[in-house]
């Protein structure tokens, strides 16, 4: 499937979409008279247990997954829930551990650099060992083929076999011009999994991304550590022959010596790629590295759980949030262990709170539809736990209402307004204005839609089989120091002076929508064109 396309035609970094044709108001709260209170302890309980050194960081596919999975099927079966997998709690995602031994250098003419702190290279194909040996070395600017703007950087060259150098992000970013893509709103063009995407398409043999902090929206640090550990990839029947073999990402000084090299300014080369005519830069080196990897094949599992329907049962509404984390890192200084508080443990604590609270509501006054508390695994190496559901072995996605997601929650004091990703996109906007409204809330845009998060969590897996989606996300908005110092980090750890507040606030607002949602019969619709619209439109015909 030519995603690439199809995806970024939305013309902007969306996070938030779906409509109703009759969105309804904040004063109709099906089930409000049994809403319950959050309960505050429970969740800094659940935070606590998944963020400990116990749980050693979530790893999938490691004895943390074990402890985490377990404990999350042990709380929704407290709760009476049914095992969404065939009546078990445990969806299996057969997936593929990739480890890439980090005794590696990238030769590229006459320049050596070393992993992790130069450059990092991992696959995806089955394949213990890839060897570049002699692959001619080509600048592409920004790896783009995209009709729909009239950009094309491949137009004029044959990268088949070639390492090639792109560059992060897309130029509407790099010039702010917002006749240029979608300006300052990333697309999926100016993600790095395009660009890996695209390079296989191309028949590259190496896609190497320049990072620069502001178009990547995150320090070389997040490449490093994650990128140098384990990584996970579900399988095809080709052990996934036809992905790039070599995924690469090379720091800002490695493209400085590299581009010198060849006689040429990076920088110059840089402003360049920023023309629609722009030609590709043959950088007269030839790239070496020797890519090995530890490879293993495992079942990790998603953790599924379903409260069922009074009326209509075979329509679901889904709550879901990532368990998993980075795990450990043996380092010279010991083992490091990357627990992951805030980016997922608190999101997957609270479904489980959500779990509760709609549970308490339903046997109160049950809800005419379902709703499905669903826990992805492996979301920080590629969606693909959430990729395994949205195949539809649980539930056909044309059956799925939509998707409240949760991917870090704000866990110090609450805030007066709500984060809104996207603008103007489905009337689904109006239930998150009536929910925060009701809150004494407002609705706040997002303030950083050059990343992109609508292509950087769970939801995007269901998107792209047409079910629409909220995302709520608050990684850094009340944390200055979080993205900087904690993001992907040893430092991203449970404190007992997180005050809760915006976690309170949240949770209480995705009830209120998710309520509405299992009452009131309606179907989230497309408000904009896409393709997203045109899948579900498909799914209804």
């Not at 959430?386 to 056909?396: D, L, M």
């Not at 059956?399 to 004091?413: R, S």
Request: negative net charge.
């Amino acid at each position: 499937m030519t995603t690439h396309l199809k995806y970024a035609s939305l013309a902007l970094a969306i996070g938030l979409f779906g409509c109703s044709e009759q969105p309804t108001t904040s004063t109709d709260k099906p089930n409000a008279e049994s809403n319950e209170a959050v309960n505050i302890a429970n969740i800094r309980s659940h935070i606590k247990t998944l963020a400990s050194d116990e749980f050693l960081g979530r790893g999938p596919l490691t004895e943390g997954e074990t402890l985490t999975i377990n404990y999350l099927a042990d709380e929704y079966k407290k709760l009476g829930l049914s095992g969404s997998f065939n009546g078990e709690f445990l969806q299996p995602v057969t997936m593929a551990k990739l480890t890439p031994d980090q005794n590696m250098t990238l030769q590229v003419g006459d320049l050596s650099f070393n992993a992790g702190s130069d450059f990092t290279a991992r696959t995806q194909q089955i394949n213990p060992e890839i060897n570049i040996d002699g692959s001619d070395v080509v600048f592409v600017g920004y790896g783009i083929n995209a009709p729909e703007y009239n950009w094309d950087d491949f137009a004029d060259i044959d990268v088949k076999d070639k390492t090639i150098i792109v560059l992060v992000n897309d130029p509407g970013f790099a010039t702010q011009d917002d006749t240029l893509f979608t300006g300052n709103a990333m697309t999926y063009y100016g993600r790095w999994t395009y660009k890996y995407e695209e390079g296989a398409r191309q028949g590259a043999k190496a896609v190497f991304i320049v990072h620069e902090t502001a178009p990547a929206a995150y320090p070389w640090g997040v490449v490093e550590s994650s990128n140098t550990g384990s990584k996970y990839t579900l399988i095809d029947q080709d052990k996934n022959a036809s992905d790039i073999p070599v995924m690469g990402w090379i720091d800002e000084q490695a493209a400085n010596e590299i581009f010198a090299q060849a006689g040429l300014d990076y920088q110059t080369e840089k402003a360049n790629a920023l023309k629609a005519d722009f030609k590709p830069v043959d950088l007269k080196a030839k790239a070496a590295l020797t890519l090995k990897s530890d490879i293993s094949q495992a079942q990790s599992h998603n953790v599924v759980a379903t409260l069922k329907g009074s009326e209509t049962p075979d329509e679901y509404i889904v709550i879901g949030a990532h368990w998993d984390h980075f795990g450990t890192k043996q380092t010279d200084d010991g083992v490091k262990i990357y627990n992951g508080a805030v980016d997922n443990a608190s999101g997957s604590a609270a479904t489980v709170e959500i779990a509760r609270i709609l549970t308490e509501m339903h046997k109160k006054k049950p809800f005419k539809r379902s709703i499905i508390f669903a826990n992805f695994t492996a979301e920080e190496t590629g969606l693909i736990g959430s990729e395994q559901f949205a195949t539809g072995e649980i539930v056909p996605t044309k059956q799925m209402v939509a998707l409240l997601n949760i991917d870090g929650m704000n866990v110090l004091d609450g805030v007066d307004y709500i984060l809104q990703y996207g603008k103007g996109m489905s009337e689904m906007e109006d239930y998150l204005a009536d929910a925060a409204k009701a809150q004494g809330r407002h609705v706040k845009m997002d303030p950083r839609p050059q990343n992109g998060l609508f292509f950087r969590s769970d939801h995007f897996s269901l998107a792209k089989q047409g079910v629409p989606s909220l995302l709520f996300m608050s990684l850094g908005d009340t944390d200055p120091d979080y993205i900087a110092h904690k993001y992907h980090k040893e430092a991203d750890d449970y404190s007992a002076d997180w005050s809760m507040g915006g976690v309170e606030q949240d949770i209480e607002l995705i009830v209120d929508i998710a309520a509405k949602l299992a009452d009131n019969g309606d179907w989230p619709k497309w408000k904009a064109e896409s393709d997203f619209k045109a899948r579900r439109l498909q799914d209804k015909q």
